[in-house]
């Protein structure tokens, strides 16, 4: 069974940083894109930064410059540095990844982090 198995959430003031890791199960042998997402409650959910297995990144306008997405191809893992944190921040924040575990390729998920930010 393939597992997306998230780290690194928790309560920060303002200003403060978190890094996010997400690590996918060996059985997935093969990983495309891998990214974050976040959602609020009531609220759809929405792309934050996706990157490559080439190491190519994109993000969402609002955390440019403050978060950075990284992988680890070798360790199936994939990071979100996040500083300059802000209230605006505060979501669950889902890891992403598009694999294939022999059976054909899909669109896996973790089952989320919380991340509060405080003013």
């Known amino acids: 069974q393939v597992q997306l198995v998230e780290s690194g959430g928790g309560l920060v003031q303002a200003g403060g940083s978190l890094r996010l890791s997400c690590t996918a199960s060996?059985?997935?042998?093969?990983?495309?894109?891998m990214g974050w997402y976040r959602q609020a409650p009531g609220k759809q959910r929405e792309v934050v930064a996706f990157i490559t297995p080439g190491g190519s990144a994109n993000y969402v306008d609002s955390v440019k410059g403050r978060f950075t997405i990284s992988r680890d191809n070798a360790k199936n893992t994939v990071y979100l540095q996040m500083n300059s944190l802000k209230p605006d921040d505060t979501d669950i924040y889902y890891c992403y990844a598009r694999g294939n575990d022999g059976s054909g390729w899909r669109d896996y998920w973790g089952q989320g982090t919380q991340v509060s930010v405080s003013a």
């Open positions: 060996r059985s997935l042998f093969s990983i495309n894109a």
